[in-house]
């Protein structure tokens, strides 16, 4: 009986072919809540409510939020940039959300640009507790229950801490970017 020899070149695709595969089904474990998403909420104005965009950003185990405030409450007005980062866990289908740090800069409407952070404040920051206690603080360890379906993702916040995600039954929905 006549044994047929592989060359070389011919193991070196089979293994790469394998490899591939392999390589491939690694796609399925990437979590499907990772990325750059949008939303818009409304917020209270003098005449009613204006739309804000939302943006999170999640990767790895880091968040960053981001929006425009439109604080009409001022004297004189204008818009911040509001940047939120900080890290987060998941657990089944609940992701918490741990501020670490906020920063504003100006925003240029105009131009749909912000400048550098003017002010910083970091969860080591002793003026960040005074500061931001209502914010960063009531926010630190927040539960989210997500849904990702398609380029939709889903948060439901637990308002009132007692782990039930239907409390108020609204929940954000954000678009893949």
Same mark, same amino acid.
């Given at each position: 009986?006549?044994?047929?020899?592989?060359?070389?070149?011919?193991?070196? =695709?089979?293994?790469?072919?394998?490899?591939?595969?392999?390589?491939?089904?690694?796609?399925?474990?990437?979590?499907?809540?990772?990325?750059?998403?949008?939303?818009?909420?409304?917020?209270?104005?003098? &005449?009613?409510?204006?739309?804000?965009?939302?943006?999170?950003?999640?990767?790895?185990?880091?968040?960053?939020?981001?929006?425009?405030?439109?604080?009409?409450?001022?004297?004189?007005?204008?818009?911040?940039?509001?940047? =939120?980062?900080? !890290?987060? !866990?998941?657990?089944?289908?609940?992701?918490?959300? =741990?501020?670490?740090?906020?920063?504003?800069?100006?925003?240029?409407? &105009?131009?749909?640009?912000? !400048?550098?952070?003017?002010?910083?404040?970091?969860?080591?920051?002793? &003026? =960040?507790?005074?500061?931001?206690?209502?914010?960063?603080?009531?926010?630190?360890?927040?539960?989210?229950?997500?849904?990702?379906?398609?380029?939709?993702?889903?948060?439901?916040?637990?308002?009132?801490?007692?782990?039930?995600?239907?409390?108020?039954?609204?929940?954000?929905?954000?678009?893949?970017?």
């Amino acid at each position: 009986m006549r044994r047929a020899k592989f060359s070389g070149d011919f193991r070196i =695709i089979v293994m790469l072919l394998v490899l591939c595969c392999f390589s491939c089904n690694k796609d399925d474990d990437y979590p499907p809540y990772l990325g750059r998403w949008m939303t818009t909420k409304g917020i209270p104005v003098a &005449n009613g409510y204006a739309g804000v965009d939302y943006y999170l950003e999640l990767s790895d185990n880091r968040f960053t939020e981001s929006f425009v405030d439109y604080d009409q409450r001022q004297e004189i007005y204008y818009p911040k940039y509001v940047s =939120i980062k900080g !890290s987060f !866990s998941v657990a089944a289908d609940v992701i918490t959300f =741990i501020p670490e740090e906020i920063s504003y800069s100006t925003y240029d409407a &105009n131009t749909d640009t912000h !400048s550098e952070p003017y002010a910083v404040y970091t969860k080591e920051n002793e &003026n =960040i507790r005074k500061m931001m206690s209502e914010f960063i603080l009531a926010m630190a360890g927040r539960h989210a229950q997500y849904t990702v379906t398609g380029d939709k993702l889903k948060l439901r916040v637990d308002n009132n801490w007692n782990d039930d995600f239907s409390d108020d039954g609204r929940a954000d929905s954000y678009d893949r970017l």
